[in-house]
């Protein structure tokens, strides 16, 4: 259901890529020029994503005469960095992420992480952008505070030219491995076909006019339709905090349609359907200096694309990155549940049927989504007998220790990104159970790989 003609969305942009890259720095540099200057130019910082509107975008961009075609209203980029949002963004099975930014180190090409970034946009189908950050690290670099890329490039010197053309070349090849077509966005003819490479510095700044004007152009010219404003709610959790005062609330990316206070919801909890009602929408106030405890804006509603706090009842074991719905006075609230409950039914359906295996836990669905995937590729292959989301406590290393006496390597927790209670290692120290922790998928693997070897000795 679509209404009006030209009524656009903001696209909404998440950041990706290896770690050190320089994915929060290069929103603190997206984010931070004009604040600086005291001109912070309609910028509003949400609910785990910050509003660029079209306009400040339009005087950040003026030095590549770029036309006046912005029609988005503005750009909505997420403000944690990494795989997790970007996870976490979808709703049946489709990202709701319409532009991602794979941020790659110039002077350290493809790591292992933008290899697994870019495998994830693959498979979700994500349009994307790379930034080839950390252009200033070459050597004689002459900074060019926030220019237009290829203006800073002609004020460089042979031998800079020398090596960044060197260095693009080689991490152009790079990405062929991949599989992946890469050019220079101002030598890119066929947008289609083949991705863009923005060079930027997120200290200095140079190219982030080029990127912001990149990833409008981009949206906008790709995705009207995607884009294009729908009343049907499209809505996801982002994460389910305990804030004081307001008891366990959602942070949420509504990507399409409005939401009221008093609305009818249903959102997935891990002991199943949680149907509730919208107490407050809020959002942070917009002059940071009054963002004192407590000090929220309260909106009768708010229309996409937004990321808001919602307070309800009964939000305590809802499940970051599972979809929102909206009950409507047409709709059959046992149906709406169900569907709430589908992401959690398809994770649960890919646990190993012998019953034999590790168990893992994450801290939102979706990254427990991409380990159960990563587990499951042939050159790991990993039996999973038991999921959980959030931290580990004394029940999940009792439910581990169940494979003490089946086999005794999987009586193991793969814990991704979570916290583990000291009475949890407490006893799985006791009992024998193995717990490994990481905040990298692979690291979890490394080190799996590592203690199974060491048994077999
Ligand atoms: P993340 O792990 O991808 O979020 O990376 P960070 O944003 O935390 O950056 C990692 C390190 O690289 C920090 O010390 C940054 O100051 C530095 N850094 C990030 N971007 C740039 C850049 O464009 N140029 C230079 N010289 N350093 C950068
Ligand atoms: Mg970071």
């Given amino acids: ?223 009207e339709e995607k884009l294009t404003f729908m009343d049907d709610i499209q809505c996801t959790v982002l994460e389910v905090k305990v804030i004081e005062g307001l008891g366990t609330t959602i942070d949420v990316v509504l990507v399409n349609g409005v939401l009221h206070e008093g609305d009818q919801i249903v959102v997935c909890g891990m002991q199943g359907p949680i149907a509730t009602t919208i107490r407050a929408l809020l959002t942070p106030h917009p002059m940071k200096e009054l963002r004192v405890k407590g000090a929220y804006l309260h909106h009768k509603e708010l229309k996409a694309a937004q990321g808001i706090k919602i307070t309800a009842q009964g939000l305590e074991h809802a499940v970051a990155g599972t979809a929102l719905y909206l009950v409507t006075p047409n709709d059959d609230l046992d149906d709406v549940k169900d569907l709430a409950m589908q992401d959690m039914k398809n994770v649960m359906s890919r646990i190993d049927k012998s019953g034999e295996g590790v168990c893992v836990q994450a801290s939102t669905i979706g990254s427990l989504e991409a380990l159960l995937e990563f587990l499951k590729t042939p050159a790991v292959n990993i039996p999973v007998s038991g999921i959980n989301i959030g931290p580990v406590h004394k029940k999940d290393v009792m439910k581990a220790s169940v494979m003490l006496e089946r086999k005794k390597e999987y009586a193991t927790i793969l814990a991704f990104d979570v916290k583990v209670t000291p009475e949890a290692r407490d006893l799985a120290e006791d009992a024998g159970v193995k717990i490994f922790i990481a905040d990298i998928i692979y690291h979890l693997f490394d080190q799996f790989k590592a203690y199974m070897e060491s048994i077999k000795e």
């Fill in 1 to 223: 259901k679509k209404s009006g003609n030209g009524n656009l969305r903001s696209p909404i942009c998440c950041i990706l890529g290896h770690v050190d890259t320089g994915k929060t720095k290069l929103l603190d540099c997206i984010r931070g020029t004009n604040v600086q200057e005291g001109e912070a130019g309609g910028i509003t910082q949400q609910i785990g994503a910050t509003y660029f509107p079209t306009d400040n975008i339009r005087e950040r961009t003026k030095e590549l005469k770029a036309d006046a075609m912005l029609k988005v209203p503005g750009l909505l980029v997420i403000d944690t960095p990494g795989h997790e949002a970007f996870t976490n963004l979808r709703s049946r099975g489709s990202s709701l992420c319409d532009i991602a930014i794979l941020v790659v180190d110039i002077m350290h090409g493809l790591e292992p992480q933008t290899i697994e970034s870019l495998n994830l946009l693959k498979s979700r189908n994500a349009e994307f952008i790379v930034a080839l950050n950390k252009v200033d690290r070459l050597y004689g670099w002459k900074k060019c505070l926030n220019a237009p890329i290829v203006k800073a490039m002609k004020l460089q010197s042979i031998d800079v030219q020398n090596e960044f053309k060197m260095r693009v070349t080689q991490i152009v090849t790079q990405f062929k491995e991949q599989g992946l077509n890469t050019e220079l966005y101002y030598k890119n003819k066929n947008m289609g076909e083949t991705s863009s490479i923005v060079p930027t510095s997120a200290m200095s700044g140079e190219g982030i006019p080029d990127l912001l004007l990149l990833l409008i152009n981009w949206a906008q010219r790709t995705m």
